[in-house]
């Protein structure tokens, strides 16, 4: 009976040092972790690895593109609103000087092409525009935004080749930069194009005895299509301005830090590095 | 730091002219220049425009719209060379093909001489309208300013932005252009030295990748020597009671006739009883013993001569007794039996550290268990003994002899050469950044 009361006892110890030792090995791996944590000693964790930026400045340029086309092709290029002898009119011309209705004002024409006999011939209109802008301005116009179609796609198509070839970074932000410049000098064309338009409202109020007698009263004249083109154009100048400069900020950091590392160095190590 | 400074005043300079440039372009062909004042219907002032000047009939208006034209033919040339200058700053910056940038830098200070112009043109404009009788420059609504003064004042600002451009970059560009034809020079003596260096890199590459593909061999032979060597050594421990270590076959030929002192080497003392036959001094048999060290023939006695068994004579005396130790074996064959012996214990002795270590780790932790008034700091501090000790195992685990291997990236196909230990080895390609594991 002794015996038996023993190895019952023994199994009991037997019991207590496995859920001690049980204890003792949680203990130990929580220490464990905490130190890990502490320490930084875990596995670090995997670096993201940033994916290759895709450019997308040649789709902003044919969205720009297209939507500018469709602008001059189908928005209306001036709204004329005047009073005459015979009642007040109102007008919308399209591209190629095209009246949809198929009116035809002596006046409006007075406008553009001075019929002046008497004067001294010193101008053929009063307002510096003829009716030949009305079909040479928005010609040249879209010339300029096929280009700049043209340009966008051409980088996409480099964009996506870049992607596949792996190209160096600083190559990809130099072509950026330059057709980022070349969209600005577009863009500078198309602006100056269609600023005649804006030009006229200083003629229209210096001139407006001129035009008074032509016999319109209380002119009201506004280019749709030239004001939009404007607005467009400008928004090409600042993307192209904003994306050179981005460009160029990343290469002077880039350059900045070359210059840090390499004054530390020389500190640490000496000049003749 | 000049580097830095420059290329972002640069760019702030381009910047600021190609802004200006466009500007004026604006004002040109906005603006209303000048007035006329006329004697038909209407007797007041015509003011034109830009485009009405062009096509103006009077041969005043159209020498004036001349000078507007090459104001405005000067202006885009500013903003083209602006843009061109800015795209300098860029690949100059970017490190790239900096000479072609440095060029454009250089090529962007030509808008002194444009911005010059116009400044001149403009005030030749001016003059021109002041000094006629019938044509007036047209002034700004309320004020007695002329619209002609603004692109004058452009012009000037464009003049100040460009001198301080010039002034900036002319002279470091050219300065860095002339330091890059220098360096280009010294590279075009150098391509020599390079195509040399280049056949050398190969030539290694190639020895490397021989070397790679010899060490399993070469692995091979070193397990056949190491089991040869244990079983070496068993026979030595047996062999080391007796004093002196020979062949099984030869020691029974060679006998010892007495052995005064254990101290002293036998070899003074007393001579060996030697079989009938004399040793062969000839190479050719020594060669022959050499190759078959297990062959040997039962009438010649052998004996090692530094790592070497050779015929016995008596005239090696001394040396045999330089190159013996109190045992009976050379110190080399010793030396060569003890390296064996541990590189075999390494692994098992490594096992056993860090069996240890562990053990000491958990009697620490299982004192800190028990231990719960122990503070947190203290704990940590423990911990990072704890960490230490660990450390210290993996690296001298680590510190295994390393293979050079040479790697080639799945994604880029960019070669590295690689340190690879035992363990299972992480790897970055330098390229292209991928990640992968050699095992």
Known sequence: ?273 | MKKVEKTKKAARLILLIIFLSIIGLILISLLPWISVTEDGLVKENLHFNFEMMQKSNNKQIKDLATDLIFINISFWVLTILGILSFIGVTIYASGKASRIGLILLVSGSATLIFSVLIVILNWIFIKTIKESNTISASAIIYTPINYAYIPLAFGILLLISSIRYTWVILPYSIQQLKSSTKEKKYAEKLVDNKKIKSEIITNKEKSAQEQTSLEPKIDEDRGEIEQWLTGEVQNIEKQAVKGRYLEPEKEKQIELEEITTPEQPFFEEEPLNIGEKKPEKSTQAKEKIFKEPYKKSKETPFMYYNNRLEPFSPEKKEEKIKGLDDVGLTHSFEEALSSAIQKRQTETNMKDIIKTEVKDIKDKSNVISKEDKVEKPMLKIQNEEMLQTKEEISSQINEKPMKKINVKCPQCKHITTIEKGEIITKIKCPNCGKEGVVK
């Open chain 1, 1 to 273: 009976m002794h015996n038996i009361e023993q190895k019952a006892k023994k199994e009991d110890f037997s019991d207590i040092r496995k859920i001690r030792k049980s204890a003792k090995e949680d203990i130990l791996d929580e220490t464990f972790k905490k130190a890990e944590i502490s320490k930084g000693l875990r596995s670090e964790p995997e670096e993201n690895i940033t994916k290759k930026p895709f450019l997308k400045l040649g789709i902003i340029l044919i969205i720009i593109a297209v939507l500018s086309l469709a602008v001059i092709n189908n928005l209306p290029w001036m709204y004329i609103k005047y009073k005459a002898d015979y009642g007040a009119v109102e007008e919308l011309y399209y591209r190629d000087f095209k009246n949809e209705e198929g009116h035809y004002y002596k006046e409006i024409d007075n406008i553009f092409e001075s019929p002046c006999v008497n004067c001294s011939n010193n101008s053929t209109n009063y307002i510096g525009l003829t009716k030949d802008d009305f079909s040479n301005i928005p010609k040249n116009t879209s010339y300029g935004f096929i280009t700049l179609a043209i340009l966008g796609i051409v980088f996409t198509i480099i964009e996506v080749f870049r992607r596949r070839r792996n190209f160096s970074i600083n190559t990809a932000s130099i072509i950026h930069s330059v057709f980022a410049s070349a969209a600005l000098f577009i863009g500078v064309v198309v602006a100056l194009l269609s600023i005649k338009f804006i030009g006229f409202y200083f003629l229209l109020y210096y001139n407006k005895p001129f035009i008074e007698v032509l016999g319109i009263k209380n002119i009201i004249l506004i280019f749709i299509a030239p004001i939009i083109l404007i607005v467009i154009s400008y928004a090409i100048i600042m993307i192209a301005i904003i994306v050179m400069k981005i460009n160029f900020n990343e290469f002077e950091k880039k350059l900045k830090s070359e210059k840090s590392h390499l004054s530390y160095s020389a500190n640490r190590y000496g000049d003749n590095l």
